[in-house]
């Protein structure tokens, strides 16, 4: 059975109800039958809610699913950074897993610095204020590394996002065996029946 990792912005498809919405629910109907495993982040780092409100909890995020019909989805889980991931519902991980995850987000975002501090400085931002309106563009990229960061590490088959950045991946040695597809080819696979691994073979 293939498997499926959708990134945040797949949440937010469903949630607002834009264009991919379908194919998105159409995935995690896949599921609901059986013929497809579909899983996906649950992260604090780029759960800003509108308002300018954020999810501290995991049962808050949970309960945001459930709302939204999507309260049966599995979940993966990030690496524990305080601050960035629910409590309790996190992985304690080496250095080799940080180091990681730090070039997942310098491939996907190669002008900006992976590490807050130093994005916090570059900004003129209060380091110690992580939920402020600056601070939110760096969250919801280190949310994206973190995504797929727990894709790889669960060893699932196929990435699915709307975000062209994760198009570099696949372009970069270390990710050569990435598979990304958006959710309308993701779809298409699963219709035809056809094994994510047949996009591995490049020319």
């Given at each position: 059975m293939p498997s499926f990792t959708l990134d945040t912005n797949c949440l937010i498809d469903v949630d607002e109800n834009r264009a991919v919405r379908g194919d998105v629910l159409t995935l995690i109907e896949a599921a609901r039958c059986g013929d497809a495993d579909i899983a996906m982040l649950a992260s604090s780092a780029c759960e800003h809610q509108p308002g300018g409100a954020h999810l501290n909890r995991f049962a808050d995020f949970q309960k945001r699913l459930i709302a939204i019909g999507l309260g049966d989805i599995a979940l993966l889980r990030p690496i524990a950074r305080h601050g960035f991931s629910f409590h309790g519902f996190a992985i304690m991980s080496d250095e080799a897993a940080v180091q990681r995850e730090r070039l997942i987000f310098k491939t996907l975002f190669p002008t900006t610095p992976e590490r807050w501090l130093d994005y916090a400085a570059t900004h003129g931002l209060d380091k110690k204020d992580l939920h402020s309106a600056g601070a939110w563009k760096w969250r919801n990229r280190l949310g994206a590394a973190q995504a797929f960061?727990?894709?790889?590490?669960?060893?699932?088959?196929?990435?699915?996002?709307?975000?062209?950045?994760?198009?570099?991946?696949?372009?970069?040695a270390e990710f050569a065996d990435a598979v990304i597809m958006t959710p309308a080819q993701a779809v298409r696979t699963?219709?035809?029946?056809?094994?994510?691994?047949?996009?591995?073979h490049r020319t």
């Open positions: 960061w727990s894709h790889e590490n669960a060893e699932r088959d196929v990435f699915v996002t709307t975000d062209d950045n994760f198009a570099r991946l696949p372009n970069k699963l219709a035809a029946g056809q094994s994510p691994h047949l996009r591995l």
